[in-house]
C-alpha cells in the first residue's frame, strides 16, 4: 500500500490504514479511532499512584486476541516469539499475562484460561506452544511447569471473583485429539493429576526438570550433560513454585467439592516445602539437581529459584531476610534496571521481568523499601532515565534485558547461533506491561490465600 501525502509547511494530513478482516460497510474511521479511546478510558485503573499502571493495562489489554479455533482469548507474548518467530508460546505465558487481569478485567481473564487450557491434551499436557498454523508444538521444550501456571490463574480468579460456576461450563481439547470437551474444573484436575503423576518428583524429591522448567536454557546452563538431565534432573524452583501453587490450587478444588484432590495437594505441597527448606547452604537455596553430582547453584546464586522459596514458606524468617541481603548486594547493586538473574555471569548478566516480579512479591513480605525499590526498577520511567539513548523500553519493552556489564545495556537478548533473537523485534512483549501490574498488586497485599479467599491488605500506595 501507498499513500502519496503532500504536505505544506506547517500543514497536517491523517491517513487512516485498517487490518483484518472488513464485515459489512466500512464505518469513518474517526468515528472508530474516538470510540476506541472513550472504551478504553472507561476500563482503565485510575488514581494507582503511578502513572504507567494504566498504560500498562492499556497495552496489556490490547494485545488479547480473540482465538477462532480454540475460542476466548490468547494473550501471545509477541515481541520476537510471534512478530518474527510465528509461534504462541510457552503456555505458561499468556496464562502469568492474564494474572493481573483477575483484578482489573476478570471475564477476559477466565477467557484465556479456558483458551489456554484448550491448547492441551485430555491426559492433562500442555503442549511448550501453538506454531504457526495453531498446532501443539512439543519438538523443542518439554518444560515441567506449565500446569502450574494454569492452577495458579485458576485459583486466582475462583479467590478474586467467587464465580465457580465458570468451572462447569466445558472446555474443548485441541482438535487434533478428537476429544470430547469436559467442565474446566476437571480440566483443571486432567492438569494437576498429569503434573503428580508424568511430571513426578525425582531421587531428591524435587519435581523432574524434564527438558526445561521456567528456564528454557538450564539445563545447557548447568553444565550437566542434556540426556541425563532430561531423564532424571530435578528442579528446585518447580518444587518451591509448586510448593506456593498447589495449597491454593487446593483451596479451589475443595470449594468445588473435590476434597480429594484437595487433600493430596496440600501433602504434595508440604512435602515439597520441606525439600527446598533443605536446599539452604547458608547463602541462598539450590537451583536444581542432577543424578550422581554436585547440587546445581551451590557456588553462584541463580536468582528465579530466591522468590519461591521465600513466598513457599521453606525459608524461615532470618533465612529470608539475609539472603534478600544478600541479592540486594550481589544481583541488585549497579543495576539501574532490577536485579541480575545469575550472580557471578559478568557480561552474560540479564534482567528479566517475570523473576523480578517474585522478588517484588517476595521482598514485600520482609522489605518493603527494597520490595518498592525495586518494582520502581521495572518502569519504563526507569529505562528511559538509565538509557535514554535506547529506544527499546521507552514505551514498551522485551522480556528481558541485558545487564549493565554487558557490552549493549538496557537492549534484549539475541542467539545468532540459533537463529533466535529478542533484538530483532525489541517490544511490544506482555511481559513488560503484566509483571509490572502484578507486582504493583501484589505490593498492595492482593494474593490468594490457601483456604480459596482473596487478602487485600492495601497499604503503602502512595509510594509508588
Known amino acids: ?30 468515528r472508530i479511532y474516538a470510540g476506541t479511546l472513550a472504551a478504553l478510558r472507561e476500563r482503565l485503573p485510575l488514581h494507582t499512584g503511578s502513572s504507567e499502571i494504566a498504560w500498562h493495562a492499556a497495552m496489556l489489554t490490547g494485545g ?28 505458561r505465558d499468556p496464562l ?29 499436557d500442555l503442549p511448550y506452544a501453538l506454531d504457526g498454523r495453531k498446532q501443539p508444538w512439543t519438538q523443542l521444550f518439554r518444560p515441567s511447569d506449565q500446569n502450574l501456571w494454569a492452577l495458579w490463574l485458576a485459583a486466582e480468579y475462583a479467590a478474586a471473583t467467587g464465580d465457580l460456576a465458570a468451572f462447569e461450563r466445558p472446555v474443548p481439547y485441541h482438535p487434533c485429539h478428537g476429544a470430547e470437551p469436559v467442565p474446566l474444573g476437571e480440566n483443571l484436575r486432567r492438569q494437576f493429576r498429569f503434573f503428580a503423576d508424568e511430571v513426578g518428583v525425582g531421587e531428591h524429591g524435587h519435581v523432574r526438570i524434564l527438558n526445561a522448567d521456567w528456564n528454557d536454557l538450564a539445563i545447557t546452563e548447568s553444565g550437566v550433560d542434556r540426556e541425563l538431565m532430561i531423564e532424571r534432573g530435578e528442579s528446585v524452583l518447580n518444587s518451591a513454585m509448586a510448593a ?88 541488585r547493586a549497579g543495576s539501574p534496571l532490577g536485579a541480575r538473574h545469575r550472580w557471578q555471569a559478568g557480561p552474560a548478566s540479564q534482567v528479566w521481568f517475570s523473576v523480578n516480579m517474585t522478588l517484588v512479591w517476595a521482598a514485600s513480605r520482609y522489605d518493603q523499601d527494597l520490595a518498592w525499590d525495586e518494582w520502581r526498577r521495572m518502569t519504563l520511567h526507569a529505562h528511559s532515565t538509565a538509557y535514554p539513548n535506547t529506544w527499546t523500553g521507552t514505551v514498551t519493552g522485551p522480556d528481558c534485558y541485558l545487564g549493565p556489564e554487558n557490552d549493549r545495556p538496557g537492549e534484549t537478548w539475541a542467539l545468532p547461533e ?16 503484566s509483571q509490572p501490574l502484578l507486582g504493583y498488586l501484589r505490593l498492595l497485599g492482593v494474593e490468594p490465600e490457601p483456604d480459596g479467599t482473596m487478602r487485600r491488605q492495601f497499604s503503602r500506595a502512595g509510594t509508588a
Open 1 to 30: 500500500m501507498e499513500v502519496d501525502v503532500d504536505l505544506p509547511p506547517g500543514g497536517r494530513k491523517t491517513v487512516w490504514f485498517r487490518f483484518g478482516l472488513l464485515d459489512g460497510p466500512l464505518p469513518r474511521p474517526e
Open 96 to 124: 502469568q499475562h492474564a494474572l493481573p487481569l483477575v483484578h482489573l478485567e476478570p471475564d477476559l481473564a477466565l477467557s484465556v484460561l479456558r483458551n489456554t487450557c484448550a491448547w492441551g491434551s485430555p491426559d492433562g
Open 244 to 331: 506456593w501453587v498447589l495449597p491454593v490450587y487446593a483451596g479451589l478444588a475443595e470449594r468445588l467439592g473435590d476434597r480429594a484432590t484437595a487433600s493430596e495437594a496440600r501433602e504434595r505441597a508440604a512435602d515439597l516445602r520441606e525439600r527446598v527448606a533443605n536446599e539452604w547452604n547458608g547463602r541462598w537455596f539450590r537451583r536444581a539437581h542432577a543424578p550422581g553430582g554436585a547440587p546445581i547453584g551451590d557456588h553462584d546464586l541463580w536468582l528465579e529459584a530466591q522468590p519461591w522459596a521465600i513466598l513457599c514458606g521453606a525459608a524461615t524468617s532470618e533465612q529470608a531476610r539475609a539472603l534478600l541481603a544478600t541479592i540486594d548486594e550481589r544481583c
Open 418 to 433: 540459533v537463529g533466535v533473537a529478542m533484538q530483532a523485534y525489541p517490544v511490544a512483549n506482555l511481559h513488560s506491561h
Open 64 to 91: 488479547a486476541c480473540v482465538d477462532g479455533v480454540l475460542g476466548g482469548h490468547t494473550l501471545n507474548q509477541g515481541s520476537a516469539y510471534s512478530f518474527r518467530h510465528g509461534f504462541n508460546g510457552a503456555a
